[in-house]
Every structure is written in C-alpha cells, then in structure tokens.
C-alpha cells in the first residue's frame, strides 16, 4: 500500500511538472487534455487500466502530446511492462530528445534485453552525442560494452548443437537444474509440477518444485525418472540442487522450512547403499536471512559453492558466489565470497564447479553479454582468486536468461535448461558437445567396491588420493558401508598415489599417472579386496620409486612411505619384513645388492621417524621372485618393486 501511494505521489508531482507556467500542456487540444485530466483522477482511484486507456485517447487526439507519453512511461516503469514502456519512451524522445537524452540510456538497456543490439547502440551513440562529459558514467559504458560484445557475439558464433534428452527425463513441465555424478550414470534434477498434479496450466496454476532422478540404463539410455521421495519432496520448494560426484550425498534448496534461517536455506542428504537419509540444514555459517540457493561441490566434496542474495517476487538483488569448507556435512568455518574477476556489482548466480577444481561455471547479469543472464566461466589461479571471466558465446548465450549449465568429467559434454520447439513443454533438459576453447581439465576416475578378500563382505574403507610430486592431499572419501562402493575422481596433469586403507586391514596402493589424458580416456574400474592382517600377507608398494640405477628414494614416495609409517604406528603389534625386488637386466649380484640396498632405504625411512627397529627387517630377493614376464618392458617396469610382508603379529585388533 504505501508502495501504491508514493507511485500515486509521483505521478501527481510529474503531472504538476508536466504544465507550463503552472497552466497548460504541450498540447492545444481540448479532448487531449480532458483525456489526461482523466488519467490522473483514475490513477488516484487505483485503476491502472482506465488510466492507461485515457492516457492513450490523449494520444490519439495529439499525437505530440509529451505530458501524456510521460504519465504512460511512469505506468508501464510502475507495471514493468517493459514493451510499452520501451514504445512510449521513443515517442519522448522524438519529441524532446535534448531534454530527456538520458532516457536513451533506458532504450539502449531495453533493446538489448529484447536483442535489438543495432537499435542498442544506435541508442548508445544518441545519448553520446547529447552527453558532451568526457568521462562518460559506468551505466553507459556497461551498456555500450554489452552492446557491442553482442553484436561481435552474433557475427562469431560458437559451435552449439543442442540435443533434448527425451521423455524419460522431461516432463511437460518445467525441468531444469540438472545435477550429474562423475561417472554420467546419474541425473538428478529439478520439475515444477502443478499442485493439482494434473496436466500442464498455462493459465498461472500454482506449482511447486520437487527433485527427481534418472539413470543410465544397460544400453546407455536415460532411465524413466523417479521422484526422490518424501525424505526430500515436501508441499513446499525443493530443488536447484548438487549431487556429489560419487552419488552419495546430495545438497539442494528448501524453503520455507521450519527449521530454515531464511527464505530459502541449503540442506545435505547422504546416501547409504540405496537409502537417504533424512536431510538436515547446513546450520548459520552457510544460512542466513538472506537467500542462499543453487550449490555446486567440488569432486572431494570438500568445498561447497553457492549464491548467496537477496530474492524478492524473482528479482535477484546483490547475488554472489560463496564457498564454504565442509566435512561430512560438518561445516568447517565461515563461508566467504569469491575473490577475483568472477563476482562483480551485478549478480552472480548459479555456480558449477567441475571435478577439475580449477574451472567454475556460472551465471551472471554484470559481465558483458547478450541480455538476461549469460553464462560465463573462469579458473582459478595460484593465489586462489578467480581469473578472467569469459562469455560462452553466442549461441550458447542468447538476448534471455542462460543458467543452470554444469560439464561433466571429461569436459565434452554441457547440460543446461532450455525452452525449445519440438521440446517436451515448457524448460527441457539439453545437452551438447562443449566447444574446444570452453572446457576445463580433462578428469577421469576410478570406481569400484571394497570388499574383505576373505568373506567378500563390503567395507567401509578410507580412499585417499595424492599428487605425487607434492605428496598434498587431493581427496578423500569412504567407500560405502553397505555395498563398499567408491568413487574419487582424478583430474588430469598429474600422477598420483592412491591409498585404500581400513584398521584392521592391511592397506592397498596403486598409481595412476595422468600427465596426457583425452577427454574419451577410459575410467578405471577397479574392485579392490583388502587384507585382514595376518602373518605372511604382503602388499606392493607401488608409489615407492627410486633414482635410476640408485637406492636413492625420489621425493614422489614421501606420500607412500608416510602411509607405510602410520600403518606400522596404528598397529604397534606388527612386524614386517621390507624387500625390494628387481628386473632381470644385470647381473643377479648386483640386482640383489641393489634390492636389498633400497629395502634398506626404506626401513631407515621408518626407524628415523621412530618406528622401533626390532619390528622391522629388510630383504633383497634381485629377480628372484618376478610377478610378471621379464621379456616385455611392461613386465620388466612391475618386477621393479618394493614390498612389505607381516612376519609377526603379537596380537590382533579389531
């Protein structure tokens, strides 16, 4: 109401500042003037359309009438009918351009939203010529870059093929928000279903947001999809959500909840063989009284990104992209907003980051674009800010509103929402083949199950995964409890150690070395059986390496030996044997001498960091014990090893 009554107050101002000399109109017509003398008594009666249906006659008896355009421009701005406003705006202009040239600033805006980039700059360039300040404001330099940005957008466009991803997946209705596991075999997205759970009302039914799932079938099909259920779907809102990349947590939006800090808040869900639990609300250091919504986490699931704003009747004020740590649901810290070029005085929304770490896809109104949101990406530097933004390019952009796109793994394919002919009804989700120049790092994974050698029994097991050269840990995550399934992504450019390890088990390592991956690179798919600790079981240390020809440990097995000292520290009881063992290149003299010289090496690793010597020992069998041909380099390369053997256990644990 008092938002109605200083609209009224403006408009009775505006027309007492439409007279000249307090007494007369820019018009001589009689009509004309009885007309908008009626338009303003019905804009004081609060009915907006008479108003605008006298304003209008006002027009038609003097076309020139510029008080009349003025009172229709206030309704239409007060409206938001953007149309009209924008037609009643021009007609200003042609009759007073000098005095109302700012307005230029205002069609230059609206042409641009609507695509009209020619009229834009042609709009640019008048209010140029009546603007004789040197140093133009930002408003117009915004404008005129976004202008020209789009025209050169338009003549350059980038390769987009957009493909619907069937009815198994959409709806009718409004589907969008797509969420994708690393492995591309689930899809978990937001639909916008009428309450009446009836067909499709184009007449303003109101709907309410629910979460669903689909996945890859045999064959590589999208499966019919699937509400996730009442432990996530409720009366109220539920979407714009992230699924985490092994599939086994699941953050998303609620609003208006019970236990919600504000309009809408975030909340995390875990999985447990096939069974969510029940969501809970990530607490005040990531929710507050203001909007917070769309997450995105990174592939370890350590960080969670997010836009935090204000929303009021779905007009964004003040959005940007936060971060906050995060450990099993456990918030670590506060959140904070990204520093760099990424978040600007526009708004920012609707952040991605791919399983790379270092590439973030995102939404936003305040770098140059085609209109509405466009969708943009950066990287992330080595100071941790974010670096310069780029536009994805027309087509991908248009003159609308672009979000909610994600990549997968390998960086070939984009999901996002799109409202298309020959679509399903309203927002549909599309794919398409993603340009060379806009993909991040190429990552791969490896999946499996962990599993006790012995029984076959799925484990709960630690899955550690660390960059080599650095010995820095770059994901963690737990196979899960009930099927021992796991899941930890490997961006590419790097070699890594990966470590699975239980108490009571003895650890598993392998290596992964992606230094030169394509982007159609296969995963790995590895079951992996772990050990109870018993007497006479061995493990290959396979991130164990040594200078060529040299017992000299290289620094890349910091993170293997640094594995091998907390077993031998978690299992006091234990006692090992360490043996190297060599190809069969040279003579056996000198491969045994050159063996047990490395076994060595890393037993003195382990007493000086004080593991008591009396638990270890150390062997060098040269090539005696091969466990693969000799005649191949492949061969040869697994022959070269380390291991450890349990010689002693005083006493079992648990």
């Known amino acids: 109401m008092m938002k109605r009554i200083a609209f009224i107050l403006l408009i009775l101002i505006s027309a ?104 834009a700059l042609s709009d640019v360039k008048a209010y140029e010529n009546y603007d004789s300040f040197e140093d133009k404001s930002n408003d117009i330099k915004l404008i005129k870059e976004n202008v020209e940005f789009a025209i050169n957008s338009i003549s350059n466009p ?20 797509p969420s994708l596991t690393a492995d591309e075999e689930v899809l978990v997205y937001t639909i916008n279903i009428p309450r009446s759970r009836d067909t499709y009302s184009p007449n303003g039914e109101p709907t309410h947001e629910d979460l669903f799932v689909s996945q890859k079938d045999d064959s590589g099909n999208w499966s019919v999809r699937n509400s996730m259920g009442k432990i996530f779907n409720t009366p109220f809102n539920e979407g714009a959500q992230c699924v985490s990349s092994d599939g086994r947590f699941c953050v998303f939006t609620a609003c208006k909840r019970e236990d919600g800090y504000g309009s809408c808040d975030l909340y995390i869900s875990f999985r447990r063989g096939r069974k969510w639990l029940r969501p809970f609300n990530l607490g005040p250091n990531v929710n507050t009284k203001k909007w917070e919504s769309k997450p995105s986490l990174s592939a370890d699931g350590r960080y969670l990104y997010f836009a935090r704003g204000i929303q009021v009747e779905n007009i964004d004020y003040g959005m940007d992209i936060w971060c906050v740590e995060i450990d099993n649901g456990k918030v670590i810290g506060e959140a904070f907003k990204l520093e760099g070029e990424l978040n600007t005085e526009g708004n920012e929304i609707a952040p991605c ?26 990287r992330k530097q ?110 590419e450019g790097h070699e890594y150690a990966f470590n699975v390890e239980k108490q009571g ?30 007497e006479g079981q061995s493990v290959i240390l396979k991130n164990i390496f040594f200078e060529f020809d040299s017992y000299q440990l290289k620094s890349s097995s910091d993170a293997e030996l640094n594995k091998l000292y907390q077993f031998m520290v978690s299992n006091p009881h234990v006692s090992i044997e360490i043996s190297g063992h ?25 007493t000086e960091r004080g593991i008591d010597s009396n638990r270890l020992s150390c062997q060098g069998y040269g090539f005696d014990q091969p466990i693969a041909d000799n005649s191949t380099d492949e061969g040869r390369a697994l022959n070269r090893r380390t291991e450890f053997k349990i010689i002693k256990v005083e006493s079992s644990e648990e």
Not at 456 to 465: F, Q, S, T
């Open 505 to 534: 088990y003895m650890f598993y390592s392998e290596n992964f070395s992606l230094m030169n991956l394509d982007a159609d690179a296969d995963a790995y798919i590895m079951d992996i059986p772990l050990q109870p600790i018993r």
């Open 158 to 177: 980038v390769d987009f093929e957009p493909f619907n991803l069937g009815s198994n997946v959409n709806t009718p209705f409004d589907d969008y928000w």
């Open 16 to 119: 007492s500042a439409f007279a000249q000399d307090g007494e007369d109109y820019h018009t001589d017509s009689r009509k004309a003037k009885k007309y908008f003398e009626q338009a303003l008594k019905h804009m004081e009666d609060y009915r907006d359309d008479l108003a605008v249906g006298a304003a209008k006659e006002a027009t038609i008896e003097d076309p020139d009438f510029l008080e009349a355009y003025l009172l229709l421009s206030d309704i239409y701005k007060y409206q938001n009918d953007r149309e009209n406003f924008e037609i009643v705006l021009r007609e200003i202009l042609r009759l007073a351009p000098s005095e109302y040239y700012s307005y230029y600033l205002i069609t230059a805006k609206l042409a641009h939203f609507r695509g009209d980039y020619e009229v």
């Open 382 to 491: 080595s100071d941790g800010t974010w670096g310069e933004v780029m536009n994805l390019g027309y087509p991908i952009n248009t003159n609308g509103s672009e979000i909610g796109l994600i990549v997968n793994a390998s960086g070939d394919l984009a999901l996002f929402a799109s409202e298309r002919e020959g679509g399903n009804g309203g927002l549909d989700i599309y794919g398409f083949e993603l340009y060379e120049e806009a993909r991040p790092n190429v990552v791969t994974y490896v999946k499996g199950r962990v599993y006790d050698v012995e029984t076959n029994e799925p484990l709960e097991a630690d899955c550690r995964l660390y960059e080599l050269l650095s010995g820095e840990l770059t994901a963690q995550q737990k196979s899960d409890a009930q099927n021992g399934k796991y899941l930890v992504c490997l961006p």
């Open 582 to 606: 060599t190809d069969n290149v040279g003579s056996a003299v000198y491969n045994k001498t050159l063996s047990l010289n490395r076994a060595k090496a890393v037993l003195d690793y382990l």
């Open 353 to 378: 980051i791919h399983p790379d770490g270092k590439t973030m896809y995102f939404s936003s109104t305040g770098h140059p674009g085609l209109g509405g949101y466009d969708i943009f990406m950066s």
